[in-house]
């Protein structure tokens, strides 16, 4: 009986164990299902944050992409691989993502006109592969950073800044080639000895005061013409000046002598009416004051007066009298 109450409790505690395990078991499944899933979801959510944050925004537009440029892209992945269409589809993805790329590049180190002249020059000589268009633009973009900060120990600004020059002004807008150039020359110039230092300076400093020498040649050539057009300039303001002071004379001329004719005719009038106003009259035989005064409407005060005479005057046959109309 104590045996079988002993088997009875042993297998209770088999059984509770038992239990207990495929508890546990339970409980950790759901926790790596909880895990697994929690862990699923941090990476699509970091994904799409990569997606849309860190990678450009012009890489999810493809759809702006003109018809003409898709079009010529296939064109040319299908006579590259004309049989193999896993590769045509590579070609054009990798041409389409090269492209929008080419066209939204920017670069805060490099001028708005260096960059632009740089696409120009990778169109120029890439004008279908895209591809060896981005290649060359960030190329060329990375060393144009690189020459407008190049500062190598051991030689002089000066002759750092001569060579850069001339490098540019031999390969104009290839920015590759002038830092070959411009990393050669200075190789050279440090592997000078002491004395060739010195002849390549003053060889340097030579062709500075030649360039210096054109220069002033030019601008004393521009400043002889400046001083020739500005003489020019002037005797054309003097004849200008001369002319004006002579139609303002031609004019005053002209006013006065308007003016003249204007009281010439004025006292021309005025003396044409003064004198039709003015009118005598000769007295014949048997007239007196009175009569002629009445002749010619006046009063005979304002006759007399005119005349300076009285009423009572006695005039004479011949005499003439003012008669003021």
Not at 34 to 39: E, R
Not at 137 to 150: F, G
Not at 272 to 297: D, M
């Amino acid at each position: 009986m104590l045996s079988y109450f002993k088997d009875a409790k042993n297998f209770h505690l088999i059984k509770e164990n038992t239990m207990n395990t495929a508890k546990k078991k339970r409980s950790l499944r759901e926790q790596f299902n909880d895990t697994t899933t929690s862990g699923w979801r941090k990476v699509i959510a970091i994904a799409l944050f990569s997606m849309i944050f860190l990678f450009p925004s012009y890489a999810f537009s493809a759809d702006k992409i003109p018809g003409s440029i898709i079009d010529l892209i296939e064109k040319k992945a299908i006579a590259q691989f004309p049989y193999d269409r896993n590769s045509q589809t590579r070609v054009i993805e990798s041409q389409k993502s090269a492209y929008i790329m080419v066209t939204h590049y920017t670069n805060e180190q490099v001028p708005g006109d260096i960059l632009t002249g740089i696409k120009e020059r990778a169109a120029f000589e890439c004008p279908t592969n895209y591809c060896a268009q981005k290649y060359l633009i960030e190329t060329q973009a990375r060393d144009c950073c690189y020459l407008r900060n190049y500062s190598p120990e051991g030689v002089p600004s000066r002759i750092v800044k001569r060579m850069l020059h001339n490098a540019e002004e031999e390969f104009p807008n290839d920015y590759s080639t002038q830092k070959m150039v411009v990393e050669v020359k200075v190789q050279e110039y440090l592997n000078y000895d002491r004395v060739t230092r010195l002849e390549y300076c003053e060889k340097e400093l030579n062709a500075s005061l030649d360039e210096m020498e054109e220069l002033l040649a030019s601008l004393q050539e521009r400043y002889e013409t400046l001083t020739q057009k500005l003489e020019a300039s002037q005797e054309v303001a003097i004849e200008k000046k001369e002319a004006q002071k002579e139609i303002v004379q031609k004019v005053e001329i002209q006013r006065k002598v308007d003016q003249r004719e204007e009281i010439q005719t004025k006292d021309k009038e005025i003396f044409h009416t003064a004198a039709v106003a003015r009118q005598y009259h000769v007295v014949k035989k048997g007239e007196n004051l009175y009569r002629i005064s009445l002749r010619y409407g006046l009063p005979l005060n304002k006759l007399c007066k005119e005349n300076g005479i009285t009423p009572e005057h006695t005039i004479w046959p011949g005499q003439r009298i003012l008669i003021s109309l």
